[in-house]
């Protein structure tokens, strides 16, 4: 074989293995990129946008994340916790019918303080969030939109429709979290139980004051969150 023949030869394979080391590369990096989608969902696309769209800088973003809280252990509410939180979400509702800015700033510091005692991280927002982002992709943007609106309610740059979105798009979290372990050992409700989570989350809160059912906020046509000619589905105050 002549040396110039040697030298195709070789350019060749050099080009042949490195077309199959970006092949690889590409390959390895396609299935992180739909690992990190499953995982995060829409917060995702969220970070994405973040990052202006740079993909490589929101996947290293979420793999920090997953780095960092990926083995948090949470913790559960015990039962007389659990019904603290839910007369203190309802005691919000009713707020915010008087007083709307002061209301999301206690919706606010609920989530924060329901967080912590789930076992996520407390001492910096931030670092909250992130871990909630992990745990809870579907629902942690709510937090973030509260968390924004009472900082524009504390500068008077927030409206009562804009404060009333935020409240309603929190409450998603705010279920998450407060949501007790009711599954079985085969994976299934019992029917105690789905009876029991239907009254915390789809019946209303009970009046202790009247000893009757008092219908959640977002049912009644004069609270400030009710649609016109409809209602807000899971969305409802």
């Known amino acids: 074989m002549s040396t110039g023949t040697t030298i195709i030869v070789v350019v060749a394979a050099v080009v042949i293995v490195a077309a199959l080391a970006v092949g690889i590369a590409r390959a390895r990096g396609g299935g992180r990129n739909r690992a990190l989608r499953r995982h995060f969902g829409p917060e995702y696309d ?115 429709e804009e404060l009333r979105e935020a409240v309603v798009h929190a409450r998603a979290l705010f279920e998450d979290l407060v949501k007790p372990p009711h599954h079985s050992a085969d994976g299934k409700d019992t029917a105690h139980q789905q009876h029991h989570h239907r009254r915390r989350f789809g019946g209303g809160t009970r009046d202790h004051r009247g000893g009757g059912m008092r219908h959640r906020l977002g049912t009644r046509p004069h609270a400030p969150w009710a649609m016109r000619g409809g209602n807000m589905g899971r969305g409802d105050l």
């Open 46 to 160: 969220l970070t994405v946008a973040r990052h202006a769209g740079d993909t490589k800088a929101a996947e290293r973003e979420l793999d920090e994340r997953l780095r960092r809280h990926g083995d948090l252990k949470t913790q559960p509410l015990s039962g007389e916790l659990r019904e603290r939180y839910v007369a203190e979400w309802a005691g919000v509702q009713e707020e915010f019918i008087e007083q709307p800015a002061r209301a999301v700033a206690d919706a606010d510091q609920l989530l924060a303080h329901l967080a912590h005692d789930r076992g996520f991280p407390s001492d910096r927002y931030d670092e909250q969030v992130a871990a909630l982002s992990v745990h809870h992709a579907d629902s942690v943007q709510g937090y973030r939109q509260i968390h924004a609106a009472a900082l524009r309610a504390r500068e008077g740059r927030a409206d009562t």
